[in-house]
């Protein structure tokens, strides 16, 4: 699209709109599609004039095969927005928002072929900047990207496709805002009615906040939620996975910062065409902004991940949801940004081969911070539930508190963040297997503390899980690789001050079947150590305290296997005159009930 007309008063042209469409039908051959889109760029606004939009972009490509044994490919198909136009010598002035884009299209093949599209991709025009005087930074533009993928037969599909929201344009001076990140959509399906492979990935991105310069207020990053954006079905094996990420929040040098995106992903399917299935729910909130000499930083986005998978007696269904909180900003006076909270949640359930699920959760790190207090880490949640009615179950987790911002020139550290975690599996499947391991469930840290002045490190935060394996019959239930720790305080590695406590930790663990077969459960709880103080004034963190329960039951003749450990942290030591922290108590209740119990 061209270039919009500059404005020397009033309003300066819009930029020209682009599409682009590519079509093939083949009745024997390989057949490959390409098509490229270009929105034109916003005219310019001069001497307090407004500048204009983005033009906007549209790129399609549709590409059908009847021949047996060959291949359909769709590849670099991208819609390209354009960017809105700068404004200069600006006078309260509107910088135009960048253009929209939208990508989509179909690879189908009509027998046995293989369809391959990849290089899918919408890209939302950047909002205009304001680059000299005063004004409003224009707005992100919004991308969507949707394609599919078919055949018959053996052969595979592979669907790929990516939306990314455009970058709000920089504001300058007093009052005036910088423009928001703009929104993205991303959908994709793949379906062979053969045996084929079929994998199907999209991702899709919030566009960050513009920065604001001159007293401006920083953009607000975007959101992203995605829910069910990939689906497939085939007899053969099937894998889908869907990401989302929200936008950073806009940076400025002396008014509000923007807000950092959320993420989040939801994800419900089944494999109805009867193969096995595997599913990935991922999440990854925005970074939050660095604050100023006025504005405190920024929270990081919050991740929320869940995912819900279900599938046939033949099949073996796997998942996993993956949620990752981002780091809050740093600042320079006043408060820094919390890190990102996360949550995850990952569900299977019906009647299946084989049911093995995962979830991952990472809180955020706390903002460093140059005075005040730095950020606290992002908490972390997760859940793992397995049931499956015939065949073996298993339920993982890794649960990971997110670090305490770290402490320069006198200024406090953040508090570690909370881990909490619930495991569950079950089978009613006889002869088969329930497994509850691999849970690691460890809070964050305390941040440290360089070059104190009488500060206080954050402490350790705090962890706690539930694990329970459960055989609904003569199942083999284990329930073990478990590992809970409390947070580490944070210390003081320069200057004066005081460490952090250290974080508790509570685990407890259970198992229990009817019938012959073995019942294996064992955990572990280490509260977590305490910070190091400095200096004559300064108290060393005391240690977590920690508490882990095992309970083994089995109603029939199945032995029983039972061992709870835990381990109280270790008191922070005492450096250059500080008063060295108390360690942390510990307690442990092992208990069994079974044919031989051990």
Known sequence: GGTGGTAFSGSAGSGGSATTTTTINNSAGTSHAKGDAFGGKGGAGINGADSGTGGNATANGTVTTTGTGTEVMISNINANAGT??????GSGSQAGAGGNAISGGTGSGNGNDRVHIDGFNAFGGTGGTVSTGTGSGGDGGTASTTAS????????????ISADGGVGGTGRG???QSGDGGEALASASGTST?????NVIATQTGGDGGAGQGGADGGNGADSTMTDAVSGSTGGSLAITQTSVGGAGGITDGANIGLAGDATSSLTADNFGGGDLAG??????????????TASGGAGGSATASINLSGNSSAAVSGAANADGASGGQNVSGSSGAGGNATASSTGTGSNASSTFDAIARGGTGGTAFSGSAGSGGSATGTTTVTNNTGNAVAKIDVFGGRGGTGLNGADSGAGGYAIANTEASSTGT???VGVYSVDVIAGNGGTITDGSGSQAGAGGFAISGATGTGNGNVNVLVDDIEVRGGTGGSVSSGTGSGGDGGSALSTASGTNSGSERVFVRTTADGGAGGSGRGALGQSGDGGEAQANAFGISTGTGTVYVTATADGGAGGNSVDGSAGGRGGDASSYPYGSGGETT
């Not at 078919?150 to 669907?159: D, H, K, L, Q, R």
């Not at 053969?194 to 079929?198: E, I």
Request: hydrophobic share 25%; aromatic share 4%.
């Open 431 to 433: 002869g088969t297997s």
């Open 280 to 293: 990935y729910s991922n999440a990854d909130g925005g970074v939050g902004a660095a604050g100023n000499s």
């Open 194 to 198: 053969g045996t084929g492979n079929v």
């Open 174 to 176: 007093a009052l005036e």
């Open 149 to 160: 993928g078919t055949n018959s037969g053996s052969e595979s599909i592979f669907v790929r």
């Open 84 to 89: 809105g136009g700068t404004v200069t010598d």
